[in-house]
């Protein structure tokens, strides 16, 4: 009598080996599939890292002029309250020109903004990821501030020309506005520091002049008077 095994158990082994070739040839294709993904990030990443430093290169510029003009704008109000003062006092005062030269400049985000939609950022290394995110937080955090010193710039323009014209609520608009631009003044070039330091732990290299040094000139320069009324 013979007992016949059933084929199955004959063909187990070949079975096995072609279990085992299919799940080899699955986990190959996952990790090239992985590993293409990991290279096509790596290159996003990149130009992602280059097109922030740009734009990153060009707001240090700002960062720099607001911190090199900071004491040159305190001074400046000084002069602008002290002849303030003379007009409540009904006191002669002398003609004025530009009352403050331009301290400002646009700050852009938009290449941050650009690619944290498109979700590039997330393959960036946590520590980078984070520093990144404190330097545009404070980027945007200084647009409000100049925002505010616009505006009080604007009230501070009344007094070119004769601020012997000038009545009480004018005066009390001023010393508002004066207090207001030196609170604006020490926040902006603090902040612009420190995104300078930042900068600089995300190994953005310090700007160069640009035309800086021209414009410190101008605000710093003394207040333009003309005769006294």
């Not at 190959?28 to 790596?42: D, N, S, Y």
């Not at 510029?61 to 303030?84: G, I, K, S, W, Y």
């Amino acid at each position: 009598m013979h007992i016949h095994l059933p084929k199955v158990l004959h063909d187990l082994p070949e079975v096995l080996r072609e279990v085992g070739i299919i799940v080899v040839g699955i986990v190959i294709a996952i990790l090239l599939e992985q590993g293409v993904e990991f290279v096509h990030w790596r290159h996003e990443v990149g130009l992602a890292r280059a097109a922030l430093r740009d734009e990153m290169r060009d707001a240090n510029r700002t960062f720099t002029f607001r911190v090199a003009v900071a004491p040159c704008v305190a001074r400046r109000l000084d002069a602008l309250e002290a002849v303030t003062e003379k007009v409540a006092r009904r006191e002669p005062v002398p003609h004025l020109g530009e009352v403050m030269p331009d301290v400002g400049n646009a700050l852009n985000d938009n290449v941050w903004e650009s690619y944290r939609a498109a979700q590039t950022l997330t393959h960036f290394d946590d520590r980078e990821l984070q520093q990144l995110g404190l330097y545009y937080l404070q980027l945007t955090n200084i647009r409000v501030f100049n925002f505010d010193e616009t505006r009080s710039l604007e009230v501070l323009r009344v007094l070119q020309g004769d601020p012997g014209r000038l009545g009480p609520a004018d005066v009390a608009g001023l010393r508002v506005a004066i207090q207001q631009l030196r609170f604006d003044n020490a926040i902006i070039s603090g902040i612009a520091s420190d995104e300078l330091r930042y900068a600089k732990t995300l190994h953005v290299p310090p700007p160069t002049d640009g035309g800086t040094a021209a414009r410190v000139a101008t605000v710093c320069a003394p207040l333009p008077l003309g005769a006294a009324s």
